[in-house]
């Protein structure tokens, strides 16, 4: 009952690891670190389901606060991006390199 | 009849999710990753959890999706152009699996928690509502927490509105 929301949870979460690290749109790559989170989010709450406590289910909301004001921020530093590069590819970020 | 029902839903969101890393065109992306998020609003309605199943439609669904599909067109990003070199995709799938395989020997290694020990049951949540439930919960227990995310959501939104203006 428990293990199958669990692995089903970590695959999710090792496919949203894999399209951080194999995709350049920073976009993508946003939005499967979205995809972690809520994979995260899904433990949390088999868990609290699991044991009979609330507690998890106040911490998916925390999270769920926690990325809508990353989405907010990681949005608007695109934009500034896209503005002085024309380009979203994460191999041009490269502003602060000496 | 449950576990065939988790099964489909489940697989569903494995084949979305991996179409949200596997599309050139962001756009799909992002509708891949909207299907996602619905498939686990289900799974949210499947363990006793109606409002954090309604949230995952309202917050992530609605507001987030938007704001990511909202950019998208906003930027007009032409489709990628090739992917990473072979050998950072050969690293990268080893790091994924590994991370994976650690999760799933974690997970087979422990012995499981006893189920049931806490006072929340489906019948509870039935006869007092899953909402108010929260809403106890978060307003008593976790009140300075939620008074810190207000101050976060504050700093997200000036740093929103500093990062937006014409000269930074």
Known sequence: ML???????????????????????????????????????LTFIALSKHLGNIDGQVFVFFVMTVAAAEAAVGLALMIAFFKNRESIDVEDINVMKL | METLFFTIVAAVAVLSSILVITCKNPINSALSLVMTFFCLATFYVMLDAPFMAAIQVIVYAGAIMVLIVFVIMLLNIRSETGKRTNHAVAVSSILAFFVLFEACYFLFRSTPAKEGM?????????????????????????L?????????????????????????
């Open chain 1, 3 to 41: 293990e199958k929301y669990l692995i089903l949870s970590a695959i999710l979460f090792s496919i949203g690891t894999l399209g951080v690290l194999i995709r350049r749109n920073a976009i993508v790559i946003f939005m499967c670190v979205e995809m972690m989170l809520n994979a995260v989010n």
């Open chain 2, 118 to 142: 806490g006072p929340l049951t489906s019948n509870v949540i039935e006869k007092i509502g899953h909402t108010e439930l929260i809403g106890k919960a978060m307003y008593s227990e976790f």
């Open chain 2, 144 to 168: 300075l927490p939620f008074e810190i995310t207000s101050l976060l959501l504050l700093v997200a939104i000036i740093g929103a509105v500093i990062l937006s203006k014409k000269k930074i």
